[in-house]
C-alpha cells in the first residue's frame, strides 16, 4: 500500500493560534491608545477620561475574553492527541471569532450610551458567543455527513476510556451550554441591552478559572453520560 499523507501536527495549529491571540489583542487596545491625543488636549483631563469610560471598559471586557479563551483553548488542546480535519477546521473558526473580537469590541466601546447602543451590545453579543453556535454546528454538520467527529485523547484526559458516542455527546454538551446562554442573552440586547451587558458580563467573568469550572463541572458531565 502507498504512503498516505498524514494530518498536520497540532503543534502547528498552537503555533498559529497564539499568532492570532496576540494580534488580536493588540489591535484591541488600538481604541484605548487612540484617545491619548483627544484626553491630552481637554482642558479637564480627568473629565476626558471619565468621559471615555465606554472604550475602557469595552476593552476590559474585550481583554478578559481574549484572554480567557487563550486560556481555555491551551488548556484542553494539551489533552488532544495528533488532529483530523475537523479539529483543523474548528480550530479555524475559532481563530474566525478571535480576530473579529476587536471588532466587537469596537462596536460595543462606539456605541455604549447612545441611541445605537442596542446594536452594540448585539454584535458584542454574536462575537462573545459565536465560537460556539459554528463549533456546534460544525460538529452536528459532520456527524449528520457521517465523517470523523471522533478526537483521541491523552489517557489522564476524563473522556479518553468513554465510547465514541460518550465523547460526542460531552462535546455537544461542552458547546451547548454556553450557546443557549448566547441565544438567551444576545436577543435580550434588542430590548434591554443594559440587562443583556450585565448577562455578558456575569458570564465572561465567571470563565476567568476554566480549570476550577471545568473541574466543578465533572461530576454534571459523568451524571449526564450515564
Not at 481637554?42 to 469595552?58: H, I, R, V
Not at 452594540?120 to 460538529?139: E, M, N
Not at 450557546?179 to 476567568?208: E, H
Amino acid at each position: 500500500m502507498a504512503n498516505e499523507f498524514k494530518h498536520i501536527s497540532h503543534k502547528l495549529i498552537d503555533t498559529l493560534s497564539d499568532g492570532v491571540f496576540s494580534i488580536a489583542l493588540t489591535l484591541l487596545g488600538l481604541d484605548v491608545v487612540g484617545l491619548v491625543h483627544k484626553i491630552s488636549e481637554s482642558e479637564d483631563f480627568n473629565g476626558a477620561m471619565l468621559d471615555n469610560w465606554p472604550t475602557f471598559l469595552a476593552y476590559l471586557l474585550g481583554f478578559v475574553v481574549l484572554f480567557t479563551w487563550w486560556y481555555v483553548y491551551h488548556l484542553t488542546s494539551q489533552y488532544v492527541v495528533g488532529t483530523t480535519a475537523m479539529i483543523v477546521w474548528n480550530h479555524g473558526l475559532t481563530m474566525a471569532w478571535v480576530a473579529l473580537m476587536p471588532f466587537g469590541a469596537a462596536l460595543l466601546a462606539e456605541n455604549l450610551n447612545t441611541p445605537n447602543m442596542k446594536w452594540g451590545v448585539f454584535y458584542f453579543g454574536i462575537c462573545l458567543f459565536g465560537q460556539y453556535w459554528t463549533g456546534l454546528i460544525q460538529r452536528l454538520f459532520v456527524k449528520l455527513i457521517k465523517g470523523d467527529t471522533t478526537i483521541t485523547w491523552t489517557d489522564d484526559f476524563f473522556l479518553s476510556e468513554k465510547s465514541k458516542k460518550d465523547q460526542h455527546k460531552a462535546l455537544l454538551i461542552f458547546l451547548g451550554l454556553p450557546s443557549a446562554l448566547g441565544l438567551i442573552f444576545v436577543p435580550i440586547a434588542l430590548l434591554n441591552p443594559w440587562a443583556a451587558l450585565a448577562g455578558y458580563t456575569i458570564y465572561i467573568f465567571t470563565t476567568l478559572n476554566p480549570v476550577k469550572s471545568l473541574n466543578r463541572s465533572l461530576p454534571l458531565f459523568e451524571k449526564m453520560l450515564k
